[in-house]
Every structure is written in C-alpha cells, then in structure tokens.
Nanobody, 121 residues
C-alpha cells in the first residue's frame, strides 16, 4: 500500500513557475513498481490526466501541457515531481498524484489528497 502526499502548490501570476512534489510515506512498499501520474481537477469538472512517469521512466503528457511541464521521479526517495513553467490561468486546479500498478492480476491505485495551484494576475 502507498500513502501519497502532494506539496508545492500555491498562488502565482501568469508566466511564473511551480514545482509540485509527491512523496510516498516511508513505510510504503514497492514505489518503483508503480506508474506515477499527475492529474488535476477544477470545481464542477472531472479529474483530467496531466502526465505519467512510467516504471521505466518513460514520460508522457497531455496535449495541453505543450512542453511547459516536466514530470520526473526519484525511486530512491519515493518521490515524483511536476515542474510547471509558463503557467496560465487555465492551469488553476487541484493537482493530484496517482500511483497505478497491476500486480497478480489486480489493479492497485492510490491517490494523494491534492495540492491547490492558482494562477491569477
């Protein structure tokens, strides 16, 4: 089981940057076996996928990222990161990290509680 916690959110102006972090608790086992994802959600809308860092460090992004965001992971530290640059007001959302793996034929999914990002002038 993984317990995830996001940090690094805040209020910034358009064009500025933020680094989000997501860490698994020290007693979490098997972090390296999980694909790690970032999602975001605005009030009244469904959660949408932002980026994935696979167990093999392959990274993929949603089209709206447009080269502005960089996702990475550090398995030794049980951490995943989302470096966000050139932030826009439409990036305002609660950002969540998610761990996903299929083990022994069973889906295992864990979510953090989210961190608020607000982009406003």
């Amino acid at each position: 089981q993984l317990r995830l916690e996001e940090s690094g959110g805040g209020s910034v102006q358009p064009g500025e940057s933020l680094l989000l972090s997501c860490g698994a608790s020290s007693d979490s086992f098997g972090f390296g076996f999980y694909d790690m994802q970032w999602h975001r959600q605005t009030p009244g809308n469904q959660r949408e996928w932002v980026a994935t860092v696979s167990t093999l460090d392959k990274v993929s992004y949603a089209d709206f990222v447009k080269g502005r965001f960089t996702a990475s992971r550090d398995n030794a530290k049980k951490m995943v990161y989302l470096q966000m640059t050139s932030l826009e007001p439409d990036d305002t959302a609660v950002y969540y990290c998610k761990a996903y793996a299929i083990m022994y034929g069973k889906e295992n999914t864990y979510w953090g509680r989210g961190t608020q990002v607000t982009v406003s002038s």
